[in-house]
T-cell receptor, first 112, second 113 residues
Framework: DARVTQTPRHKVTEMGQEVTMRCQPI?????VFWYRQTMMQGLELLAY????????DSGMPKDRFSAEMPDATLATLKIQPSEPRDSAVYFC??????????FGPGTRLLVL | KQEVTQIPAALSVPEGENLVLNCSFT??????LQWFRQDPGKGLTSLLL?????REQTSGRLNASLDKSSGRSTLYIAASQPGDSATYLC????????????FGGGTRVLVKP
C-alpha cells in the first residue's frame, strides 16, 4: 500500500530554532508539494517540485523557509529561524503529472 | 486570482439523511476539481476527481457534479453514516500549466447516530 510518509509527526520547538521536516513521496511520482494548514488561512501551497526541480515556491516566505529535493525519495522543508506564527500542520503530497495528489499525514509544528 | 468557497462551514445531520455539500469557484478556467476528506489530525484523502470536460463522478454513495460555467460543484453523500463525519474540502486546479491546487475552507460534517 503506497503512501506518502512524513517525519516527524509532531514537533515542539522554541522560537529561533531550526526546524527540518522530511517527506518520502510515493515511488514513481514525479511531483511533490508542500502545504501548510492553519485555522485562519486553511490550506496553502508553499512550494512544489516536478522531477526534483522547484517549479513554484511563491507561497513560501523566502527569508526563512527553504525547500529541497536532494533525491527522488526525499523532500525537505526547513524553517530557520522559526517563529510562533509558523505553528501549523505541514503536509507533503505527491503525484504524477497533473493528476490526483496523495497527501501524507502531516507534521504538526508548534513554535513556542 | 482563483477563490474557492464552501458553504456552510459546518453541518450536522441525523444518520440516514442525505448530505449536500457545496463548493463555488470564481475562475471557470479549471483543469479539474477534486473533493477530499480530512479526518481530525490526519491528512487528506481524495474522494472524487472531476475533469473539466465531465459533468459528474460517482463512487459508491458519493456523487459529485460540476457546472464549470457557473463555477459550482456539489458533493452528494447518500444515506449518511456516523463514519462520514469529517471535514470535506474541494480544490480546483487551473487550466493553465501548473499543478497549484486552490482549496476551499472546508465543510465540517457531523452525522449523529
Amino acid at each position: 500500500d503506497a503512501r506518502v510518509t512524513q517525519t516527524p509527526r509532531h514537533k515542539v520547538t522554541e522560537m529561533g530554532q531550526e526546524v527540518t521536516m522530511r517527506c518520502q513521496p510515493i515511488l514513481g511520482h514525479n511531483t511533490v508539494f508542500w502545504y501548510r494548514q492553519t485555522m485562519m488561512q486553511g490550506l496553502e501551497l508553499l512550494a512544489y517540485f516536478r522531477n526534483r526541480a522547484p517549479l513554484d515556491d511563491s507561497g513560501m516566505p523566502k527569508d526563512r523557509f527553504s525547500a529541497e529535493m536532494p533525491d527522488a525519495t526525499l523532500a525537505t522543508l526547513k524553517i530557520q529561524p522559526s517563529e510562533p506564527r509558523d505553528s501549523a500542520v505541514y503536509f507533503c503530497a505527491s503525484g504524477f503529472g497533473r493528476e490526483t495528489q496523495y497527501f501524507g499525514p502531516g507534521t504538526r509544528l508548534l513554535v513556542l | 486570482k482563483q477563490e474557492v468557497t464552501q458553504i456552510p462551514a459546518a453541518l450536522s445531520v441525523p444518520e440516514g439523511e442525505n448530505l449536500v455539500l457545496n463548493c463555488s469557484f470564481t475562475d471557470s478556467a479549471i483543469y479539474n476539481l477534486q473533493w477530499f476528506r480530512q479526518d481530525p489530525g490526519k491528512g487528506l484523502t481524495s474522494l472524487l476527481l472531476i475533469q473539466s470536460s465531465q459533468r459528474e463522478q460517482t463512487s459508491g454513495r458519493l456523487n459529485a457534479s460540476l457546472d464549470k460555467s457557473s463555477g459550482r460543484s456539489t458533493l452528494y453523500i447518500a444515506a449518511s453514516q456516523p463514519g462520514d463525519s469529517a471535514t470535506y474540502l474541494c480544490a480546483v486546479k487551473p487550466a493553465a500549466a501548473g499543478n497549484k491546487l486552490t482549496f476551499g475552507g472546508g465543510t465540517r460534517v457531523l452525522v449523529k447516530p
